[in-house]
């Protein structure tokens, strides 16, 4: 157990749907990440919170968001589903940006 | 743009010969550069990280260089074992590095396979 913590670890949906994965950083650590992980592209950085804060956005689609609670949870929002919107979501988290402690993933499919 | 690349997308190795993996970027001159690995199925784990200023870096079997001229680094599992077989991935900052919080770019990995 990292003590990062996803959930949930496997979501199969529909095209055109909306899902919400979550994420609990390790106790202690302000900030999180989101990044996906498909086949052919290889870990992709999403979005960053810091303490709640939007700190930095990647590549990104409009479709998706994503928040951070006040509890530093963080949860992240992909709408319109596509086929090709399937992949792993990894959340990680960090103290000090020295090293990113990454919880185990959820795998989305959309079919 | 910041490009990281790790140019062999497949290693295999003879179980206790040394596994050495290579990380090139362009483009940019990192502060820092981190080692992570993942297994089939799960989120990647921090493995080292080797600032600028440090030529090598070593935990237990594990080395990493960094040659800020070549832009490359390099990563080596000395005696290695079956159980290092899994994909290893180089990752960088990108943009201003304050040691704190920055997001980091990952290169594409390489999958080490350890053959008994």
């Known amino acids: 157990d990292s003590g990062v913590t996803q959930t949930p670890k496997h979501l199969i949906t529909a095209t055109g749907q909306r899902v919400t994965l979550r994420c609990s950083p390790r106790s202690g650590d302000l900030s999180v990440y989101w990044y996906q992980q498909s086949l052919d592209q290889g870990l992709q950085f999403l979005i960053q919170y810091y303490n709640g804060e939007e700190r930095a956005k990647g590549n990104i689609l409009e479709r998706f968001s994503a928040q951070q609670f006040p509890d530093l949870h963080s949860e992240l929002n992909l709408s319109s589903l596509e086929l090709g919107d399937s992949a792993l979501y990894f959340c990680a988290s960090s103290v000090s940006g020295l090293g990113y402690t990454f919880g185990s993933g959820t795998r989305l499919t959309v079919v | 743009s910041q490009k990281i690349e790790q140019n062999s997308e497949a290693l295999n190795i003879q179980e206790g010969k040394t596994a050495t993996l290579t990380c090139n970027y362009t483009?940019?001159?990192?502060?820092?550069l981190q080692w992570y690995r993942q297994d089939p199925g799960r989120g990647p784990v921090f493995l080292l990280l080797?600032?600028?200023?440090?030529k090598e870096k070593r935990k237990e079997r594990l080395k990493v260089t960094f040659d800020t001229t070549l832009k490359q680094s390099l990563f080596h599992i000395t005696a290695s074992q079956p159980a290092d077989s899994a994909t290893y991935l180089c990752?960088?900052?990108?943009?201003?590095?304050?040691?704190?919080?920055?997001?980091?770019?990952f290169g594409t990995g390489t999958r080490l396979t350890i053959i008994p």
């Open positions: 990752a960088h900052p990108r943009g201003t590095t304050n040691f704190g919080n920055e997001k980091l770019t």
């Open positions: 483009n940019y001159s990192p502060a820092y």
């Open positions: 080797i600032r600028e200023n440090e």
